[in-house]
């Protein structure tokens, strides 16, 4: 519920703190004090859209936050937690407008969209009035109300997924036809590439040795004709091995008379013999290397232009040809195997589908029966608003060849505002104030059905009176045993019942101008001056006073 809501330099509002307990909280006071801004300031923390006509004039920004006590498993801390918020017991919502227009909004002081401030405020609180979002009106959340007045939330989500389960064969379904008619037109064509790239067994890697390979024999001469020169060097009659090794064996034979001195030198001598016997032998073993096949560079070069070809006729590279006779082979088992899996796959949805239905049709039966109390009970609910001459109506209809995720039913609230007139739907055939009772009458029914931990009702009992309002208030009162109910109301009836009563007034600042609109949390006897002047207007008589006590003396406990 809300805990506090304090507001700074919004429009009238130089700075404002209130403090809000559960049951039920009435806001009163003179036209033109400030009420409005007051919802609007709220409105603004709860991720309304910014205006920067909000910002009281000569600042530089407004700023408003409302704190709320949310219990830990209430959906707002999951959409919280995706924003990065931390947990803990309260739930900070804070807006900041800028008088350029700029906004900016915070949970728990972690910037957030506002986006996300309007999702977790839309959780938190619900506002509702004669000219106010009205969501429980909208027909698109109709059939989901209906669910949660019913307690139909199992089969709801049974139906839910078994819409998903549908879905999901379906598509495989549908891409396996597809597939298989697109390759039957093609069955040649793939049995013939398929077959071709069989033939060409090309190997990951084999265009760049082949490549390699065709550059050496390309060279092949020039290389030979170095490397017979470097072999020519170190085996020939120039070559100084023969002689290296010949002073090598005289320097051994003389070792005993300078060990000393000759060892290091017998030691150098025979590593480079050995180093220049090992040169030999490996360019030898190059030139060797080099003696080609005559038809090798002509066999490579078939070979590699075979491979190029047909990675162009197949729009892919070398190293992806076997991975594309892969799909094509495939694809051919596809046509071999392809009714097959379609007709298994066709089985699979037909169970699921009648998994579907048979699901659907159970909760079908669920939500008749929920029409029917949700009828009774709103409608015995109408007769003490003034509402004895309409009827509410719950527009039903079923389309048992869909396969939406909620069922087989649309579901939309309908009225009939007088006998003889035709039903429609609540947002056409009634009026403004009409439209205030029949959702008050329909949160009465839903309280205790998911309804948000807070209720705003901006004048709901405008163009009423007398027992009407009584009736509009008890019901209040009846809402604030369930969640906590905040109503801005001109009916002394409703303010009498309250718990808490703000008064709302407007001064002007000494010196400065303007004029500021200020909050007051009235005792006993200042509720009672409220509710007489209410009642009598501007001048407060003993016999206002005396029917305020009466009023609130008729206050349930």
């Known amino acids: 519920m809300l805990l506090r809501l304090a507001i700074h330099n919004i429009v009238l509002i130089d700075r404002l703190e209130l403090e809000f307990d559960s049951g039920l909280s009435v806001l009163t006071g003179e036209t033109g004090a400030g009420k409005s801004i007051l919802l609007d300031a709220f409105a603004l923390a709860l ?15 407004g700023q408003v936050s409302a704190t709320f006590a949310v219990a830990p498993t209430h959906p707002a801390w999951a959409t919280a937690l995706d924003a990065g918020v931390s947990f803990d017991n309260e739930m900070i919502l804070r807006r900041v407008q800028a008088a350029d227009g700029r906004s ?24 509702h009035g004669q000219h106010a979002d009205r969501a429980l009106m909208d027909a698109a959340v109709h059939r989901m109300i209906l ?13 839910r997924d078994a819409s998903r389960a549908l879905k999901e064969i379906a598509a495989d379904y549908t891409a396996q036809k597809e597939r298989v008619e697109r390759i039957l037109k093609e069955a040649d064509y793939l049995r013939h590439a398929a077959e071709e790239l069989r033939q060409l067994n090309a190997e990951p890697g084999e265009e760049e040795a082949l490549t390699a390979r065709r550059q050496l024999m390309m060279h092949a001469e020039k290389l030979a004709a170095d490397l017979n020169e470097a072999a020519e060097a170190l085996g020939g009659p120039a070559s100084v091995v023969p002689l290296l090794a010949l002073t090598l064996r005289k320097l051994e034979r003389r070792r005993e008379t300078a060990p000393e001195i000759l060892d290091p030198c017998i030691e150098a001598l025979d590593t480079a013999v050995q180093s220049l016997n090992d040169a030999h032998d490996t360019v030898e073993a190059a030139l060797g290397a080099m003696e080609f096949d005559a038809f090798e560079l002509e066999r490579t070069e078939e070979r590699l232009f075979a491979l190029r070809a047909a990675a162009r006729k197949y729009n892919t590279t070398v190293d992806e040809l076997d991975t594309v006779r892969q799909q094509f082979e495939a694809d051919v088992r596809a046509v071999e195997n392809g009714e097959e899996q379609l007709a298994a796959l066709g089985r699979k949805r037909d169970e699921a589908d009648a998994a579907y239905v048979a699901r659907a ?18 409608n015995s609910e109408l007769p003490p608003l003034k509402l004895e001459n309409a009827r509410f109506q719950v527009d039903m209809t079923s389309d048992e060849t869909a396969r939406d995720a909620g069922g087989f039913e649309r579901v939309e609230f309908w009225a009939q505002t007088n006998p003889g007139t035709r039903a429609g739907p609540l947002m056409k055939v009634a009026s403004g104030g009409e439209l205030s009772r029949f959702m008050l009458a329909l949160k009465v029914v839903l309280a205790d059905k998911g309804s948000a931990p807070t209720l705003v009702f901006d004048e709901i009992d405008a163009g009423v009176g007398g027992a009407v309002a009584n009736a509009i208030g008890a019901r209040l009162r009846r809402l604030s045993d369930k969640v906590q109910v905040i109503c801005v109301t001109h009916a002394p009836q409703v303010a009498a019942l309250a718990d808490h009563h703000f008064l709302i007034s407007k001064r002007p600042v000494a010196d400065a101008g303007r004029m500021e609109t200020l909050v007051h949390l009235l005792d006993g006897a200042g509720r009672r001056d409220e509710i007489a002047r209410m009642l009598a207007g501007a001048h407060i008589t003993e016999e206002a006073r005396a029917a305020a006590s009466r009023l609130m003396e008729g206050r349930p406990d």
């Open 47 to 61: 991720g309304a859209r910014g205006d920067l006509s909000l910002v009281r004039h000569g600042e530089a920004q």
């Open 104 to 127: 900016r909004a915070y949970v728990n002081d972690v910037p957030v969209s506002v986006q996300t401030l309007r999702e977790i405020g839309g959780a938190l609180v619900e506002i």
């Open 147 to 159: 669910d949660a007045f019913g307690d139909l939330q199992a089969p709801v989500a049974a139906v």
């Open 361 to 378: 049709a159970a909760l079908s039966v669920g939500r008749h029966g929920a029409v029917a109390q949700l009828t009774d009970q709103v």
